[in-house]
């Protein structure tokens, strides 16, 4: 099993610009989740979703973020316009369910960096 | 509160020692605890699920679960350097949908 596939690795971009951090979950897992981590804010979930609907959102920091999921082995986060304070490890995760016992597996990260 | 509370550390301890971590939660309805290990610029990964209290061995891990305290801790026996990390105790709230919740982590620190 390939595990979470995430890209790019590193990205920097120039504020106001798009970003769009893509992930491919591991085969089978039917919930997708998006999580930020930050030094001040620790491992934060932004969005996630089961069967490739959007479920809780609540963690999305505003309008400028964005995320789909076309299919079961796609998903997409994108920032548009991109700000200084987005500068951080974006995270996505893929899991069988939610509940006793299912723990989360993550990808590698994007490492974010807006100048 | 927060829901799941750990203390950020550093933790040192000397190679060969034993490393405890710990961590308690708020929801009494949790069933299930996860402790992830991330080593700096990586990213986190499982290593221990508990769920029953008591403890849980694997290795050198051993998972402790106290519900009625509501708390979970991490023992580390025979520390290595390469123990070396952050240790991120996850927990599923229920009034989350049972999401995973994570603490803010403990840094560990094994010096040789």
């Known amino acids: 099993d390939a595990g979470v596939i995430q890209s790019p690795r590193h990205e920097v971009t120039e504020m106001g610009q798009e970003v769009t951090l893509r992930c491919k979950p591991i085969?089978?897992?039917?919930?997708l989740f998006w999580y930020r981590q930050t030094m001040m804010r620790g491992l934060e979930l932004l969005i996630y979703f089961n069967n490739n609907v959007p479920i809780d959102d609540s963690g999305m920091p505003e309008d400028r973020f964005s995320a789909k999921m076309p299919n079961a082995s796609f998903s997409t986060l994108k920032i548009q316009p991109s700000e200084p304070r987005d500068s951080a490890v974006y995270f996505c995760?893929?899991?069988?369910?939610?509940?006793w016992g299912y723990g989360y597996t993550f990808g590698s990260g994007t490492r974010l960096t807006v100048v | 509160q927060k829901e799941v509370e750990q203390n950020s550390g550093p933790l040192s301890v000397p190679e060969g020692a034993i490393a405890s971590l710990n961590c308690t939660y708020s929801d009494r309805g949790s069933q299930s605890f996860f402790w992830y290990r991330q080593y700096s610029g990586k990213s986190p990964e499982l290593i221990m699920f508990?769920?029953?209290?008591g403890d849980k061995e694997d290795g050198r891990f051993t998972a402790q679960l106290n519900k009625a305290s509501q708390y979970v801790s991490l023992l580390i026996r025979d520390s290595q350097p390469s123990d070396s990390a952050t240790y991120l105790c996850a927990v599923n709230i229920a009034e989350y949908g049972n999401k995973l919740v994570f603490g803010a982590g403990t840094i560990l620190r094994v010096k040789s």
């Open positions: 508990i769920y029953s209290n």
């Open positions: 995760a893929s899991s069988r369910g939610t509940g």
């Open positions: 085969s089978g897992h039917d919930y």
